[in-house]
Nanobody, 117 residues
């Protein structure tokens, strides 16, 4: 059974930092990209970042470039999203998803991030 479990969400003040984790199981971790997506209230889900060390993929949305850093620990089947200099507009439910070339096949349940101004 494929599982993607996010953790690390919470409440943070604007300008602060937060680190999200995504623990994956049930599939060949090295063969798939892991992406971070987010959905704010009343908005569509959007891609934030994506990584695949085997495929040489590293992607950031323009809105988070220079502030967020994605990393992968293949030994732990985990991907992390380091969020620095967060802004109120980063408030959303953050999801990790696995799939080829950053096209999501499987989704996690999401973790809430709230940034206060």
């Amino acid at each position: 059974e494929v599982q993607l479990v996010e953790s690390g969400g919470g409440l943070v003040q604007a300008g602060g930092s937060l680190r999200l984790s995504c623990a994956a199981s049930g599939f060949a971790f090295d063969d798939y990209a892991i992406g971070w997506f987010r959905q704010a209230p009343g908005k569509e889900r959007e891609g934030v970042s994506c990584i695949s060390t085997s495929a040489g993929i590293l992607y950031y949305a323009d809105s988070v470039k220079g502030r967020f850093t994605v990393s992968s620990d293949n030994a732990k089947n985990s991907v992390y999203l380091q969020m620095n200099s967060v802004k109120p507009e980063d408030t959303a439910v953050y999801y990790c998803a696995a799939g080829p070339d950053c096209v999501p096949y499987w989704w996690g349940q999401g973790t809430q991030v709230n940034v206060s101004s």
